[in-house]
Nanobody, 124 residues
Framework: QVQLVESGGGLVQAGGSLRLSCVAS????????MGWFRQAPGEDRKFVSA????????TYADSVKGRFTISRDNAMNTVYLQMNSLTPEDTAVYYC?????????????????WGQGTQVTVSS
């Protein structure tokens, strides 16, 4: 069982930056591929970014490519999402997710564990 707790959300002006953190419980964090998703009001939850177990492979949704950076610190059981050049369209609840990985790749879905989410609001 893995428990995930996100933090770092808040209110920021357009063009600003935020860094989200997600801390995982347990001693096997490095066995899990991690992902970030977001859900805006009235919309389905959408993929944002994912990272492999080791952190060596990463992928991004087209909408955030070049602005967001995912990273992880396996010693700290933490995955991060650095978000730059934020726009109002980035406003959403952001969730981190974990998936037990059988290889050192990233995943767009099939996540087993989810955090409770952290609100990001970008004002224009």
């Amino acid at each position: 069982q893995v428990q995930l707790v996100e933090s770092g959300g808040g209110l920021v002006q357009a063009g600003g930056s935020l860094r989200l953190s997600c801390v995982a419980s347990g001693r096997t964090f490095s066995s899990y591929a991690m992902g970030w998703f977001r859900q805006a009001p009235g919309e389905d939850r959408k993929f944002v970014s994912a990272i492999s177990r080791s952190g060596g492979s990463r992928t991004y949704a087209d909408s955030v490519k070049g602005r967001f950076t995912i990273s992880r610190d396996n010693a700290m059981n933490t995955v991060y999402l650095q978000m730059n050049s934020l726009t109002p369209e980035d406003t959403a609840v952001y969730y981190c997710a974990a998936r037990l990985a059988t290889n050192n790749g990233y995943y767009y879905g099939g996540y087993d564990y989810w955090g409770q989410g952290t609100q990001v609001t970008v004002s224009s």
